[in-house]
């Protein structure tokens, strides 16, 4: 946990600044980035920011953060987001969450996308933790079917109660296991051509920095 927030307060630290949209991320790491917002905006630094998941708005909104609906935005300043991997070039796994379409566009909106991390999401290579797909639920084990051809084995992402999980948009989620995934910008390129595929968690080529938490809570910027 200390590593996690040292990330998150030293991305907002390095980054905000009055008068900034900020897109705010989803999950543990970002969480603790919003709460730092939180304090600041109670010190008067003013602020206007997007959610990425109804969880993180209902976090914003209950510590008084100003958010915009996207219809206002042209633009979004910086975004702090976490994620499940990173590779050294800067590659992403994310959507452990299953933010990643909000997370996705909301990145893609950015001038710049800060990626908060503890160490021990820094990898070699992306693939150990199942890349969350999400796919519209209308023959949604049509989807699965292609995705396995594609070389992994997908699952349904399911809830406590056994019932599929429906993502803040109305869709499922696949976990899929690819295994170590030697040419992501090639295997997002197939998944965004597979119909019923809406996004992947492999955010390529987005990532403008990245910093790092450690245990003891010391954090660096890999900039
Ligand atoms: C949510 C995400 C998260 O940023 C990712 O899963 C990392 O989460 P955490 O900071 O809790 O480890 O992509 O969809």
Known sequence: MEAKKAAAELAVERSVQDGMIVGLGTGSTAYWAIQKLGELVRQGLRIQTVATSVASEELARSLGIPQLVTAD??????????????????????????????????????????IVVDEGKLVQQLGAFPLPVEIVKFGWELTLRKLRAMGCEPALRLAADGQPVVTDNGNYLLHCRFGAIAQPAELQAALQGTPGVVESGLFIGLAREVIVGYTGGKAVSLV
Do not use: H
């Open 73 to 114: 935005i042209t633009e979004i300043d910086v975004t702090i987001d976490g994620a499940d991997e990173v590779d050294p070039q800067w590659n992403l796994m994310k959507g452990g969450g299953g933010a990643l379409l909000r997370e996705k566009i909301v990145a893609c909106a950015s001038r710049k996308l800060v």
